[in-house]
């Protein structure tokens, strides 16, 4: 291409990772992108609309950065498209000099246990998108009359999901948590909450701020099991880093308190595996059974959890596995089963060879895997912008054969929600939050329909461009 129109971006996922990317990509000079930004819903965001928990606020305020990349003249909006289902991969490389993939890690890890699939056992990653009123999920039944819950797993989602079983009704009532969770989570029964950590508390994936918010529940105290350090981490202690030594002191000032007799249990139990889940004669869980854990040294030095052979029961009705997230295969883009990311090299899409797919890239968690939080996406996606950016001045970009971009969403996805769609599903989500008593920040739509028909209020303003 010899003229001086900008270089053509398809970027797949409206998430932080393709926020950061496509304003890094707007704000080169030479040479110029025109970015088209694609989701497979109707509302950007990603994780900060669909992940990020309800009574984390501040977090979420970092859309507004996100919403100066939209007031671009060359930056376009494309929700409710579905790679692989409306359009494909071959579509947007006839069209696009560059294609970036950045849909992150949408599947929860699975335990791989007997039970796992008993009614009341749940991905955390269901969970969390229920109570954010993601569209595929609202229909999820939470049986919250239970009075014991277990979250495996020792991260900062395992917390997001302990604490919003335990935030009393008043805490959800000025929140963005989507109406049917404020209903179900507001008349919730729960007494118990364990959080199950295979290894100990040196090695727990919390942060500090995570960590010290279970300290101030309204309705819980805290209880630690097993948080005493093994002699391995006690001298790996001294060369940790400052967030899990930190991590230590709090838990161990948690494990001083005594309890103050409120309605919640929120229990950490260290050094514990779930080996099953075990259920009562109506196909529902009724315990955990758990393998209790030692720790070892791998050969490498780091520390693992190994069996002991002890096992015993934890009693509950609800289970949440929170171990993780893992990408899944999209369209025909090359895909690595066994880390369950985009095959990439530092974030050039490579096939299952190794070899650079020319113009294709990725960045963010389906690039390096579910880690770290929004600001990182920030810079992995600034590393994939410069090996755009050199791929340009060597020439090695994609060749498109195409430009008619509006003619393939009008035949493909003519249901695309533009960004002025978007902003009239905010308006209706804002007014209504700002109507509500207590004020609240949105209520929002959490129903395929009601997203489409809101969006489609923008119509008289809405245009592809
Ligand atoms: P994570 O931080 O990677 O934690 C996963 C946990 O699952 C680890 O404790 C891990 O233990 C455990 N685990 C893995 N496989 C297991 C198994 N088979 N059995 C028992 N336990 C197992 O993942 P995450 O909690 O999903 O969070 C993802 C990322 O999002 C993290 O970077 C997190 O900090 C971030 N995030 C941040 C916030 C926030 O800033 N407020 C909120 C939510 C999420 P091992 O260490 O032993 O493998």
Not at 340 to 357: P, S
Not at 390 to 402: F, H, T
Not at 441 to 462: M, N, S, V, Y
Request: glycine content about 10%; charged content about 25%; proline content about 5%.
């Amino acid at each position: 291409m010899t003229d001086n129109s900008p270089l053509r971006v398809a970027i797949v996922g409206a998430g932080p990772s393709g926020f950061y990317a496509a304003g890094q990509l707007l704000a080169v000079p030479d040479p110029e992108f025109a970015v088209d930004l694609y989701d497979r819903l109707p509302t950007p965001y990603g994780l900060v609309r669909s992940g990020v928990a309800p009574d984390h606020p501040k977090i979420k305020s970092v859309t507004r950065a996100y919403d100066k990349t939209t007031r671009h003249e060359r930056f376009r909006f494309f929700g409710h498209v579905d790679l692989g289902v409306d359009i494909n991969r071959r579509q947007l490389l006839e069209r696009y000099h560059v294609v970036l993939y950045t849909i992150g890690t949408s599947i929860d890890k699975r335990l791989g246990i007997p039970g796992e699939d008993l009614r009341g056992s749940h991905a955390a990653t269901e969970f969390v998108a229920w109570y954010n009123g993601h569209p595929d999920h609202c229909g999820l039944e939470i049986d919250l009359q239970a009075k014991q819950a277990v979250v495996v797993g020792a991260g900062n989602v395992a917390l997001d999901v302990a604490r919003m079983l335990a935030l009393a009704p008043a805490e959800l009532a000025c929140t963005d948590t989507a109406d049917h969770a404020i209903e179900v989570l507001g008349s919730s029964g729960i007494e118990e909450i364990t959080v199950l950590a295979r290894r100990g508390p040196l090695q727990a994936a919390f942060t500090n701020p995570e960590l010290l918010e279970m300290g101030e529940l309204e309705r819980g105290d805290v209880e630690i099991v097993g948080g005493e350090l093994d002699e391995l981490s006690a001298v790996a202690l001294q060369e940790a880093d400052k967030t899990r030594r930190r991590n230590v002191e709090i838990l161990q000032e948690y494990a001083a308190r005594p309890s103050t007799g409120k309605p919640i249990t929120v229990r950490f139990r260290f050094l514990a595996s779930p080996v099953e889940l075990l259920g009562d004669e109506r196909g529902h869980v009724r315990a955990v059974r758990v393998e209790n854990n030692e720790i070892v040294a791998r050969d490498d030095g780091s520390l693992a959890a190994r069996g002991t052979g002890r096992l015993d029961e934890i009693p509950a009705q609800l289970v949440f596995r929170s171990i993780g997230y893992t990408g899944q295969p999209v369209d025909d883009i090359p895909f690595d089963a066994r880390r369950g990311l985009i095959c990439n090299d530092a974030g050039r899409v490579t096939d299952e060879t190794g070899a650079h797919q020319i113009g294709e890239y990725v960045s963010g968690w389906i690039k390096r895997g579910p880690s770290g939080v929004i600001g990182t996406n920030k810079k992995d996606a600034q590393d994939t912008v410069t090996k755009i950016l050199k791929d340009a001045a060597a020439g090695r970009l994609n060749e498109p054969v195409a430009d008619d971009i509006d003619a393939m969403i009008a035949a493909h996805a003519e249901h695309a929600v533009t960004w002025e769609g978007w902003q009239a599903i905010d308006a209706i989500e804002t007014a209504a939050g700002g109507a509500s008593d207590p004020v609240r920040p949105r209520i929002k739509l959490t129903e395929w329909d009601a997203l489409r028909e809101a969006a489609r209020g923008a119509a008289a303003g809405r245009s592809v461009r």
